[in-house]
């Protein structure tokens, strides 16, 4: 059974505009979250992370969400840019440090 | 400072051969982690180490064993390697503080024919 639901495989959108990625999860024990960037042939590098006593927290162009009542996790990227084309992962964690990762999304941002 | 670092890239083996994938940091992390990769299944978490001389099975453990060496190096071995273990592994590490989540390292293709 799926704990962490990237539902979405694919996500395209124009340069410029806003990419919004989706993550669900079914535990209510997981109080960490996380996106991973992947490029082709690199490691998943850390982007951005909140913990669950915070509903919002912003880096730069990037923006992460949580709704622990709906168990939903949302990343906005504005404005887009091409080299923000990669696969995404979100990932939670409990009290053991563990992650547990979604099955990413690839998103396409268009020049 | 080179972070996380797998060796090697890539690799081809037969069914029921047998190798070792190597990994190695240089933060001085406690925990480190091995992770495979498969199309539309995302990372799926095959043994971690707490710290040096502990290791835990993860989600996917069978058919894989580890070794902590020491607090720098966290190998992972294929005793007999099976087709279903062709795959992308990463390993990962982590500072006993939660900090901005696993450093990894470029990963390993390994193919078994």
């Known amino acids: 059974d799926q704990q962490v639901k990237q539902n979405s495989p694919s996500l395209s959108v124009q340069e410029g505009r806003i990419s919004i990625l989706n993550c669900d999860y079914t535990n209510s024990m997981f109080d960490y979250f996380l996106w991973y960037k992947k490029y082709p042939a690199e490691g998943p590098t850390f982007l951005i992370s909140i913990s669950s006593i915070k509903d919002k927290n912003e880096d730069g162009r990037f923006t992460v969400f949580l709704n622990k009542s709906a168990k939903h996790l949302s990343l906005h990227i504005v404005p887009s840019q091409p080299g923000d084309s990669a696969v995404y992962f979100c990932a939670l964690t409990g009290a053991n440090s563990k992650l547990t990762f979604g099955k990413g999304i690839t998103l396409s941002v268009r020049p | 400072n080179a972070g996380v670092t797998q060796t090697p890239k890539f690799q081809v083996l037969k069914t029921g051969q047998s190798m070792t994938l190597q990994c190695a940091q240089d933060m001085n992390h406690n925990s480190m982690y091995w992770y495979r990769q498969d199309p539309g299944m995302g990372l799926r978490l095959i043994y971690y180490?707490?710290?040096?001389?502990?290791?835990d099975k993860g989600e996917v453990p069978n058919g894989y064993n580890v070794s902590r060496l020491n607090k720098r190096e966290f190998s992972l071995r294929l005793e007999s390697a099976a087709p279903s273990q062709t795959s992308v592994y990463f390993c990962a590490s982590l500072l006993g503080l939660f900090v901005g989540g696993y450093t990894f390292g470029s990963g390993t293709r390994l193919t078994v024919v």
């Open positions: 180490s707490a710290s040096e001389g502990t290791t």
